[in-house]
């Protein structure tokens, strides 16, 4: 079993935890806002902190599959309604796939697998805030859902060479050469998600958002597995989606 997405989801599970001590310490230690002379309209506006904002920022993202880096760009419509502009970069792989470590030579490898898969989706969509009136600021839950055209690059993970008794023997690709050799697929990606943001300033992002992405190519799949004794192609891919935590940091102007 992959134990590093579990690894990385406790890592930002003890983030978050960290982030909301030290927000509730800061609301403790600072002195109560005088708000008796201020207009109902002035403490509506005050409690959505100020004018509406544009933001921007990073995504991490993690799921079985891998990691992955992304950017957003966000803009506030109301004090409930956002629209967003995101780009990522991550990893794919296939779910049959496994590996295997040499404790002999201290290295492990993947048995069949004939490439590697990159995800970049371009996304727009819209993210809606949960129970403003009910909870607390520092606490902000929404959900999201966005679509938008996706490439999928398939670089070669084994160079194959046949042998003489009709074998094949693979020799491993380095990550940054298989670059290189790799080959742009196109198709069209959405997700759905929910998630909260964290802290009383809305110009300081830091949050985290549960997806589950779609992500289809719509022929018979791309190569993904051989077989180690014919070097024929053994599993084609095509499902690029499935579930991901993603940690968000940002900020407003």
């Known amino acids: ?15 978050l935890t960290a982030a909301v001590t030290a927000e509730a310490q800061v609301r403790q230690g600072a002195e109560p806002e005088d708000t008796s002379r201020q207009s109902a309209p002035e403490k509506i506006a005050a409690a959505d902190n100020g004018p509406l904002l544009n933001l921007w920022g990073l995504d991490v993202l993690i799921s079985t599959g891998g990691f992955g880096l992304g950017t957003f760009y966000r803009r506030e419509f109301s004090a409930d309604l956002y629209g967003f502009a995101s780009f990522s970069v991550s990893e794919a792989k296939d779910e049959r796939e496994f590996e295997i470590y040499d404790p002999y030579f201290q ?3 993947v048995p069949g697998k004939l490439n590697r898969f990159l995800v970049l989706p371009l996304m727009v969509g819209v993210q809606y805030r949960l129970f403003r009136e009910d909870i607390m600021d520092s606490f902000r839950p929404y959900i999201n859902a966005a679509a938008g055209p996706t490439m999928i690059y398939m670089m070669p993970f084994v160079e194959l060479t046949p042998n003489a008794d ?7 690709v380095e990550f ?11 198709t069209a990606a959405a997700y759905v998600g929910f998630g909260a943001n964290f ?6 992002v830091f949050g985290v958002n549960f997806r589950y992405y779609f992500a289809y ?34 900020m407003g102007y």
């Open 1 to 15: 079993m992959n134990r590093r997405p579990l690894l990385a989801a406790l890592t930002v599970v003890t983030l």
């Open 107 to 109: 290295v492990s490898y």
């Open 166 to 172: 009709g074998s094949v023997s693979g020799r491993q």
């Open 176 to 186: 940054f050469r298989s670059i290189g050799k790799g080959s742009p697929h196109y």
């Open 199 to 204: 802290g009383t300033d809305k110009t300081n």
């Open 217 to 250: 190519v719509f022929n018979d799949g791309l190569p993904s597995l051989y077989d180690p004794g014919t070097g024929r192609v053994s599993a084609q891919k095509k499902d690029f989606g499935g579930f991901f935590i993603t940690l968000n940091v940002g």
